[in-house]
């Protein structure tokens, strides 16, 4: 697979700009395979954000914090098995809009 370094950068953007890297990669690269990653990624951000916002708001009566642990866990855990598919060559699609962008 090609463009390696790139699509490591994609899944590692969560930790410095999870939306903002994604798109310029969607933007600047003709590569297929890495749109679809960039968008997926930005997309994955996007939607995880939402729902850790929704599950914040929603902790003061308790019922929020089962999912604010669970989609805190989901956006770090995501693009770490990301990361090391893309060091091994394997595709990744990212959980809840994986199967949106192809």
Known sequence: MEHKGLRILIH??????P????LIVYLLITDREV???????A???LVI??????SAFFSWVLIGLPFLIVFGLMAIIA?????????NDRPYQYPIVGSWVK
Do not use: M, N
């Open 49 to 54: 954000g939402v729902l850790i916002a929704v």
């Open 35 to 41: 749109k679809s990653l960039a968008l997926q990624a």
């Open 12 to 17: 590692a953007s969560t930790w410095f700009a």
């Open 79 to 87: 693009p770490l098995v990301g990361i090391f598919r893309a060091l």
């Open 43 to 45: 997309l994955f951000h």
């Open 19 to 22: 939306i903002l890297v994604p």
